[in-house]
């Protein structure tokens, strides 16, 4: 696969575009975030939120 023709997914905490990667292999449908700190932030603004 060339990296030109990686598929993309939009991150769902900070909209931004990230591509496929080797070690999303298997998990790449699950795939939401682009990285530990989305994944980390989403958790915790969830959070948030409800104690409001």
């Known amino acids: 696969m060339k990296k030109a023709n990686l ?10 575009p990230f591509s496929w990667r080797k ?3 298997k998990v790449w449908e699950d795939v ?12 915790t603004s969830a959070a948030n939120e409800g104690m409001q």
């Open 23 to 25: 070690k999303w292999e």
């Open 32 to 43: 939401r975030y682009c990285s530990a700190k989305c994944r980390a932030t989403r958790k």
């Open 7 to 16: 598929p993309q997914k939009i991150c769902h905490v900070c909209a931004r």
